[in-house]
């Protein structure tokens, strides 16, 4: 089969070239093919996706348009889609089954796409490298020695490997914006509170965003378009300005776009090969009449360690919800305080406790002032530096990660060394802007990411200039050998 995109299948489908029946059964055989060496996938119910697909063809047969009808997409299995088990990549939550839907996979469905399977990913959502499910690693499709980065590992996978075009996870400090990075895929961190949030399973709460992921920014246009508007069940969340122009995408206007380059972001650390290729990347935009300033983000180096004191408090708080009275996991003990201490230490695994004993430290008295409350200022802090910066630029352009995907078992005896690959994620998330990931090329074989980073609420203006940079390359269209030979 041949690897399509959104947008291609859509027009397929109105035409009535395709069906979302072929469509849905060929994501099947895919799965069926290949993840038994990626294992990017944790459940599914084809009897349902099916039934689901045959609905989407009446609809198509009766001449609705809408923008994902009878599309496959892939969920994280940290959204509650009814009726299909939820585990969060967590034995405490392995005998979980969703009860109803997160508002996002509701109004997908109302929109007529076709969710395949939940996605493996990081326990929680906790991790940088797709290694801490408890379910076991996914792998990367352009070399399965190495990782395909975290949290969101498996619905980066499934759009790589060309299961289904669109997936959906969460980023809370780069979770979609990294794998995506790694694998050679487009994924959107949207403005905080664009996305709706019900039925995503807490991390952090201040932190957490749903994410498109996709071949594509003009694919990702079409998930954000039947994703957005305001969710009473979701107090952050608000309207997209704009939204009108996400279908049919159109490339932005690149001459005299003001690209700000952050001086902090290109500087020790950073891998030659990325650099090179993130460089040649903004060089395109420049060739179309765009203008470089650079520009400084001076609290950057701070970013990490106030992102790791606010996400491990807000961790501590979320998760205590998971005490095996309430559901999921249970070990009996002879006392309740023993029936939650001997639950929570079997079902939750070893990055998720050092995080829950870190955000607990960070919340307790004599401690708060100066770890919890320090870092909320130094917060304001980073947001502050991109305000500055946005006085003078329309957007900014930096690598996604200092390096490439690495190799299995590199990082995980050392926390601090897998902190690191979220050094350039991590900020855009204290300060609620919409970031994108997209190609850039390729470096020892792996793919490299670059980032748009733009003012809140300028998701539509980040997707139409994507668009444009993805028109004028072909980074984007590249399929893992893996993929393209079955
Ligand atoms: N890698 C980061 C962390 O482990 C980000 C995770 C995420 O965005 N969910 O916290």
């Not at 119910?45 to 063809?57: F, I, V, Y």
Request: net charge negative; hydrophobic share 40%.
């Amino acid at each position: 089969m041949v690897v399509g995109t959104a947008v291609g299948w859509r027009e397929g489908l109105d035409a009535g070239d395709l069906s979302s029946e072929s469509l849905v059964r060929a994501s099947f055989e895919r799965i069926r093919h290949l993840d038994d060496r990626l294992h990017a996938i944790l459940a599914t119910d084809e009897d349902r996706s099916l039934h689901l697909a045959r609905k989407a063809d009446a609809r198509l047969r009766a001449g609705d348009r809408s923008p994902v009808l009878g599309l496959p997409i892939v969920i994280k299995d940290n959204l509650n889609w009814t009726g299909l088990p939820m585990s969060c990549g967590s034995r405490i939550l392995e005998s979980y089954r969703s009860p109803y839907d997160a508002t996002v996979v509701e109004r997908l469905l109302a929109a007529g796409a076709v969710p395949v399977a939940k996605a493996n990913m990081d326990e929680f959502a906790m991790g940088s490298s797709g290694e801490y499910s408890a379910f076991g690693p996914t792998r990367n499709p352009w070399d399965t020695d190495r990782v395909p980065g975290g949290s969101s590992s498996g619905s980066v996978v499934a759009v790589s490997a060309g299961y289904a075009p669109l997936a959906l996870g969460s980023d809370t400090g780069g979770s979609v914006r990294l794998p995506a990075a790694f694998c050679g895929v487009t994924a959107l961190r949207p403005t905080y509170g664009v996305l709706s949030r019900y039925g995503l399973s807490a991390m952090a709460s201040s932190l957490d965003q749903v994410g498109p992921i996709a071949g594509s920014a003009a694919d990702i246009a079409l998930a954000l378009r039947a994703m957005t508007g305001l969710d009473p069940l979701d107090s952050t969340s608000t309207d997209l300005p704009g939204v009108e122009r996400l279908v049919p995408l159109r490339p932005a206007p690149l001459k005299g776009l003001r690209i700000g380059v952050p001086t902090e972001y290109f500087g020790e650390g950073l891998e030659a090969g990325v650099r090179d290729l993130v460089e040649k990347a903004i060089q395109v935009l420049v060739d179309q009449g765009a203008e470089i300033r650079e520009v400084s983000l001076p609290h950057t180096h701070y970013a990490i360690d106030t992102y790791y004191l606010l996400c491990t408090s807000e961790v501590s708080s979320n998760l205590s919800r998971f005490d095996g009275v309430r559901y999921g996991h249970r070990v009996e003990a002879g006392s309740l305080p023993g029936l939650i201490a001997e639950t929570r230490d079997n079902g939750l695994g070893n990055e998720v406790k050092r995080r829950i004993l870190l955000g607990a430290f960070c919340l307790s008295k004599g401690y708060y002032e100066a770890f919890y409350m320090k870092a909320l200022k130094a917060r304001t802090l980073v947001a502050r530096d991109f305000d500055r910066a946005f006085e003078s630029v329309d957007i900014l352009a930096t690598p996604v990660s200092p390096g490439i995907a690495f190799p299995f078992g590199a990082r995980t005896d050392d926390p601090m060394a897998m902190y690191l690959a979220d050094a350039f994620t991590v900020p855009t998330s204290l300060a609620g802007l919409p970031c994108l990931s997209m190609p850039a090329g390729f470096t020892a074989g792996m793919p490299v990411g670059i980032q748009l980073i733009g003012p809140a609420f300028s998701d539509v203006m980040l997707l139409e200039t994507a668009h444009a940079f993805q028109s004028l390359t072909h980074h984007h269209v590249a399929s893992p050998p893996l993929a393209a030979q079955e």
